[in-house]
């Protein structure tokens, strides 16, 4: 045999191992591509997340100026906070629930005001223990605070017409405003609130 074609052989025996190893390593991309694109179902939650366990940092204000008056705020990557009543707040407690929201406190009516523009004119700026509404049961009334310092956006003018939707949808539908504290403003007030895991721990909640 020539030595032309010994080389001729172990070219070919070398590119065949190169060939053989290029398509292991696709197989491998690919099957890592799989386990991106289509998940182990053992490893999936038993209940997909919500929109708001996706997109927000969910903290609580617990006995927020009085025992019990605990809240939530819902903070969104861009700064906003949506802020509402904890489900341990002490009104859920009140026989019938909630049964009426006034958002005329303080010294102007909060459902009155008209945010409008990129630069959020007219917006209120309001410290942390500012009053945002009344809400009343059947037998006592309870003032909701802003439990962050910061331009208020926005209050739920739903709840005016609708007050049962924090009986039944208070982390959702029935959130009481939206408020843009100043990121230092913010990191302050951050220091006081708990995460949601210690909530449930002092709360004994699920």
Known sequence: MSTINK????????????????????EEEEEDLQKLLVPDVQNLPTTPPSAVESNF????????????????????????CVV???????????EGGITAVDFNVGKSD????????????????????????????????YI???CVKGSLLEVNQQ???????????????????????????WLKVKASLVSLQEYKKLKEVS
Do not use: W
């Not at 080389?7 to 696709?26: F, H, Y």
């Not at 341990?88 to 407690?93: D, G, I, Y």
């Not at 209120?124 to 509404?133: V, Y």
């Not at 709840?159 to 403003?185: C, F, H, T, W």
């Open 57 to 80: 940092a969910t903290f609580f204000a617990i006995d927020f100026t009085k025992p019990a008056h605990d809240q939530y705020i819902y903070r969104h990557a861009n700064g906003l």
């Open 159 to 185: 709840l005016i017409k609708q007050p049962e939707l924090l009986n039944v949808s208070a982390d959702r539908e029935g959130y009481i405003a939206i408020i843009m504290p100043k990121p230092a403003d």
């Open 110 to 141: 909060r459902s009155e005001m008209k945010v409008t523009g990129k630069r959020k004119k007219n917006a209120q700026h309001f410290e942390s223990n500012t009053a945002l509404c009344k809400i009343s049961t059947k037998n006592d009334t």
């Open 84 to 94: 509402g009543l904890a489900p341990s707040h002490v009104a859920f407690k009140d």
């Open 7 to 26: 080389n001729q052989i172990i070219d070919e025996s070398n590119r065949s191992e190169t060939k053989v190893l290029d398509e292991n390593k696709e």
């Open 144 to 146: 909701v605070r802003c």
